[in-house]
C-alpha cells in the first residue's frame, strides 16, 4: 500500500488517526486504511444496503401474491373482497416490510458516517442489522406456517 507523505489513513483494528507515513498501526499493528479504502468499505456498504432493501421488498411482493393469490384465490367478480386472513397476513407483511426498508435505511444512512470509521464497527453493524432481516423473515415464515393450517 502506497504511504504518501501527510495522507489521512485510519486504523482497521483500533481506529486510531494517523498522518505520518508508516505501514501498520503504532497502538495496535493493526492495517492502516487510507481514504480510498475507507470510502470504497463505505461505498460496498451503501450497495449491500440498497440489495437488502430490495431484497426486503421482493419478499413482501412474494408473500402479498401468495397471501392474496394462491393462499385464497381471488374471486374475479369481488377482487376488493379479501378474506380476514389473508388481509392480516397482508397488513403482517406489510409491516414487516416496513421495518426491513427503516432498518435498511438506517443502515445506509449509518454506512455514510462509517466511511470516516472503522471497518470493525461496520462488520458489527451488519451483524445487526442481518438479525433484524432474518428475524422478521422467520416470524414471516412462522405465520405462513400457521396460517396455512
Ligand atoms: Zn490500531
Do not use: H
Request: aromatic fraction near 8%; proline fraction near 3%.
Amino acid at each position: 500500500m502506497s504511504t504518501n507523505p501527510g495522507e489521512f489513513r485510519q486504523c482497521r483494528k483500533c481506529a486510531r488517526e494517523t498522518y505520518d507515513p508508516i505501514e501498520n498501526c503504532r497502538k495496535c499493528g493493526g492495517e492502516l486504511l487510507g481514504e480510498d479504502r475507507i470510502r470504497s468499505v463505505g461505498s460496498l456498504n451503501y450497495a449491500l444496503g440498497t440489495l437488502l432493501a430490495v431484497i426486503m421488498g421482493l419478499t413482501f411482493a412474494g408473500i402479498l401474491f401468495l397471501a392474496v393469490f394462491i393462499m385464497e384465490p381471488p374471486k374475479l367478480n369481488s377482487v376488493m373482497k379479501i378474506d380476514p386472513v389473508s388481509r392480516d397476513l397482508s397488513i403482517f407483511a406489510g409491516l414487516v416490510f416496513t421495518g426491513g426498508i427503516f432498518s435498511a435505511g438506517w443502515y445506509i444512512r449509518r454506512a455514510g458516517r462509517r466511511q470516516q470509521e472503522t471497518a470493525r464497527l461496520e462488520a458489527r453493524d451488519m451483524t445487526i442489522f442481518m438479525a433484524i432481516i432474518g428475524a422478521s423473515l422467520a416470524a414471516v415464515t412462522i405465520l405462513m406456517a400457521l396460517a396455512g393450517e
